[in-house]
């Protein structure tokens, strides 16, 4: 899903769920049209991807495949 790329979509939207006049939703200040749609419920995708403590450097190399010749950690 993505989000709103301009206030219009924003209005657009809010006026689309709540059923209220553009007049209506231009009285309101633009900070508490933000949180309305922020707080709106909505589907979130589960990442399946996990956080990972990197150690060392060690580690880190090998995680993200680095094989730069001039890395003093490469040995």
């Given at each position: 899903?993505?989000?709103?790329?301009?206030?219009?979509?924003?209005?657009?939207?809010?006026?689309?769920?709540?059923?209220?006049?553009?007049?209506?939703i231009l009285?309101?200040?633009?900070?508490?049209?933000?949180?309305?749609?922020?707080?709106?419920?909505?589907?979130?995708?589960?990442?399946g991807e996990?956080?990972?403590?990197?150690?060392?450097?060690?580690?880190?190399?090998?995680?993200?495949?680095?094989?730069?010749?001039?890395?003093?950690?490469?040995?």
């Amino acid at each position: 899903m993505e989000g709103s790329h301009s206030p219009f979509g924003l209005i657009y939207q809010i006026a689309k769920d709540t059923g209220w006049s553009v007049r209506e939703i231009l009285d309101l200040p633009y900070a508490t049209l933000v949180m309305m749609l922020s707080d709106t419920p909505r589907y979130v995708a589960e990442s399946g991807e996990k956080a990972v403590r990197i150690s060392s450097m060690e580690q880190l190399l090998g995680m993200v495949g680095q094989t730069n010749k001039h890395n003093p950690y490469n040995q």
